[in-house]
């Protein structure tokens, strides 16, 4: 278990001052060791639910995309209206459940290397991760 000395470091590292709300999001986000993904509003339903305390959805939003801008989360663009966030920052593969609303990691093993041809001039690659949308049959 990890001290709220540590998240209140890390906010402060964000530039976010560390509030009750905030040290709460820390606690539900990197206080595990499994990975977690959600949507902001998902994560704003869940520390309601958890803690019983409001928490507006504009401090959930603000602070989620500071962690991901320090690097803490990856953000992952399943469309262009809907957005979720993992607490695995590593390059790696998802499936997402369209029926169930839900992102799975998917494991390198699981995927055969890719090879991309095209270069654009001027870019290198940072990393190659794919995102598999499934849905029930």
């Known amino acids: 278990m990890r001290s709220s000395t540590e998240y209140i470091e890390k906010l402060r590292?964000?530039?976010l001052r560390p509030t009750k709300q905030r040290i709460t999001i820390c606690e539900l986000l990197f206080n595990t060791d499994k990975t977690f993904h959600f949507t902001i509003n998902?994560?704003?339903?869940?520390?309601?639910f958890n803690s019983n305390q409001k928490i507006s959805l504009a401090t959930v939003y603000n602070t989620i995309h500071a962690?991901?801008?320090?690097?803490?989360?990856?953000?992952?663009?399943?469309?262009?209206?809907?957005?979720?966030?993992?607490?695995?920052?590593s390059a790696h593969h998802h499936f997402f459940d369209e029926k169930e609303k839900k992102l799975i990691d998917l494991e390198d093993e699981d995927v055969y290397p890719i090879k991309i041809k095209k270069t654009i001039p001027g870019k290198k690659i940072k990393s190659v991760e794919v995102l598999v949308k499934i849905d029930k049959i």
Not at 42 to 48: A, G, S
Not at 80 to 89: G, K, L, R, V
């Open 13 to 15: 590292k964000s530039g």
């Open 67 to 89: 962690f991901q801008k320090k690097g803490y989360l990856k953000e992952i663009a399943i469309n262009s209206s809907q957005t979720y966030f993992d607490t695995n920052i």
């Open 42 to 48: 998902d994560l704003t339903k869940i520390i309601e």
